[in-house]
């Protein structure tokens, strides 16, 4: 009669050590909160990401050259222009913390353009993209994208 009690106690035991096989540090891995999008919505979202590095690579290397002009035409195609139409069932799905940070994103890569080409500083260029950057880290640091296994 002692069997099944020893079992339930052995599975008992086990399970912290089940949960923390998703641990990094004491810290689970996964903090970031699911977005639930469809395989289409994801590309949609990761082409536009790419834009973004792809701009924000082209904007390093043309400030590191003290081309302001071309710092100015790498930051205005990751500007609200370039912003690619976002579908109504799209929108609908994203949450309103991350509508505001892509499109302050957008916003401030028209700014950091329209300084680049009014005050020719690369230096400032750098500076603002910093601050641009942090929006990248914090949406990053909150939201993930998960789509239904299929
Ligand atoms: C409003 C939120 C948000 C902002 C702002 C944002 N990202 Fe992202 N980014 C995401 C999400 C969500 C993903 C997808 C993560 C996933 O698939 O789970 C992503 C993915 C990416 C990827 C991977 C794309 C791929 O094809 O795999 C890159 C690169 C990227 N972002 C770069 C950037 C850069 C650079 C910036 C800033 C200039 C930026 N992102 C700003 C939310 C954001």
Known sequence: MSRPPLLIL?????????????????????????????????????????????????IVAAAAANDTKGVAAAARAAGMAAAHEVPAKLRGKLPMQFKKLGHATHVAFDDLARDADSLGDANHALRQLGQVMENCVSCHAVFRIETAKR
């Open 10 to 58: 052995l599975a008992l035991a086990a399970t912290p050590l089940l949960a923390a096989e998703h641990t990094h540090h004491g810290k689970p891995l996964e903090q970031r909160a699911p977005i639930h999008l469809t395989m289409e919505e994801k590309a949609h979202i990761h082409q536009e990401m790419r834009l973004f590095l792809s701009s924000t690579q082209k």
